[in-house]
């Protein structure tokens, strides 16, 4: 049993999905890089659980009930606080760093551990994600949040990359397994450069609307498959570190995107703003609002046009750690 006096501080970074949003729900392969904005959550002894001040609800925070019911069962009540720079519902993946954050520190206290359990951690963020999610994520989120860097989702094990776990998911359209694997990439000279469009629209809506379309016209798996293809191709150029043929990639994956009806006028307008700066650029996440990304090595021009189009910049390199303890 834990040390209910233990105070604890964890943070854990948000994602950049480069490749591969959607059709990794499908099995396709997807690419997700942890970014240097973070959440961290302070948790201290209480006499009854909160969160910023209000009651822990299983409403307003379902991610943080599920994780306390399975880590933190016999322990003692905590106020959490949470602080962080990584916008909600905005595509960043906010939520499954929360669960990270929160869970981290939840293992910590329970069982007084140095060493965070990774696989377990990452599977409990995943599992709250497809609870928020109606039954539909993959464990991108979640895993880039814990294990941080570069992360590749597949339905097969890879040669690329190190491979970490298997996860599966019982999904409303059947069983899902996906093989995850991480990736060492980091260079000195590239940027990513996020721009929100202010536009919240949630995942488990957009998710839904393409599980939808496809339900209609089977045939456009095919445009879930074509995504794979660029996919991968984006896989190779990253490992040969071709950052000119990465961002190809990333352009060509939108153009995808929005085939598939994922976009909205607000990111068109940021990825038009961004393009002329940038080595490629698309949607992140859900779409349908939240954030685009533009891979360059000039964030300072390519910021400033986005900021010029209407959106909020966020700029981050490749490489950042994952869930930490902090104190
Ligand atoms: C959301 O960050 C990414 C999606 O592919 C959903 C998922 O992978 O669960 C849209």
Redesign the pocket.
């Given at each position: 049993m834990g040390d209910a006096t233990m105070s604890m501080v964890a943070s854990a970074p948000g994602?950049c999905?480069l490749f591969?949003?959607?059709?990794?729900?499908y099995g396709q392969p997807?690419v997700?890089v942890a970014i240097e904005q973070r959440l961290t959550v302070a948790m201290t002894p209480a006499a009854s659980w909160s969160v910023d001040g209000s009651p822990l609800s299983d409403k307003k925070h379902p991610h943080i009930v599920m994780l306390k019911d399975a880590l933190m069962a016999e322990n003692s009540p905590m106020s959490m606080h949470i602080s962080g720079d990584i916008p909600n519902a905005s595509?960043l993946?906010s939520s499954?760093a929360l669960s990270a954050a929160v869970g981290a520190a939840m293992h910590h206290i329970a069982t007084e551990h140095d060493s965070l359990d990774k696989d377990r951690l990452s599977a409990l963020a995943h599992l709250a994600?497809?609870h928020a999610?109606n039954g539909?994520?993959?464990?991108?989120?979640a895993s880039t949040s814990v294990e941080g860097g570069v992360v590749i989702l597949s339905n097969e094990r890879e040669q690329r990359g190190d491979w970490l776990y298997t996860r599966r998911l019982e999904t409303p359209e059947g069983e899902r397994t996906w093989e995850v694997h991480s990736l060492s990439a980091a260079a000195d000279d590239i940027y990513l450069v996020l721009g929100n469009t202010g536009v919240h629209a949630p995942?488990s809506h957009?998710?839904a609307m393409?599980a939808k379309a496809l339900a209609a016209e089977p045939q456009r798996m095919q445009e879930i498959e074509a995504i794979g293809i660029v996919a991968r191709r984006g896989i190779d150029a990253l490992i040969r570190g071709d950052y000119e043929a990465v961002g190809h990639a990333m352009s060509e994956n939108h153009l995808l995107l929005r085939n598939l009806g994922?976009s909205s006028p607000e990111l068109e307008d940021l990825i038009q703003a961004a393009a002329p700066s940038s080595l490629g650029v698309k949607l992140?996440?859900?779409?349908g609002g939240g954030c685009m990304v533009a891979l360059t090595r000039d964030p300072k021009t390519t910021g400033q046009a986005i900021e010029l189009a209407g959106g909020r910049v966020l700029i981050s390199r490749l490489g950042n750690p994952g869930v930490r303890i902090d104190e």
């Open positions: 994602k999905i591969g949003e959607h059709a990794v729900v997807a997700a595509g993946g499954a994600e497809a999610q539909r994520a993959s464990p991108m989120d995942t957009q998710v393409v994922v992140t996440g859900a779409g």
